[in-house]
């Protein structure tokens, strides 16, 4: 097509740095957009961490996530948390206890449920 560029023409005139900064881009994800590249949906990620649906979206919805409940999470899509230290002279592995339990939402009844009991 007239005046696009292919990505790796430009990629290519890239410096080092920029390149690294872009992959690292490419390859940090959310826990919402990792579950979905996963191809979990939130229900199926509540039942494997034992907690509600409305925990799962609560969750994905945070900032910050405890190191606990990442491990959990990440462990849940079959996958292992690796945390490491990276200096410019040394990269360090950082071990975290394996024992995590995650709390789930107030046991709120779902809409479902709400209209039951209504009945």
Known sequence: MAGHIAWEEIRGKLSPEVREGIDALRTSYRLRALRE?????QNEMAERLEIRQVSVSRMEARADVR???LRAVIEAMGGELQIRAVFPDAEYSIDI???VEIQSAPNTPTRDEAREAAD
């Open 67 to 69: 190191v606990s409940t």
């Open 97 to 99: 206890g394996a024992d």
């Open 37 to 41: 590249a996963r191809g979990l949906t």
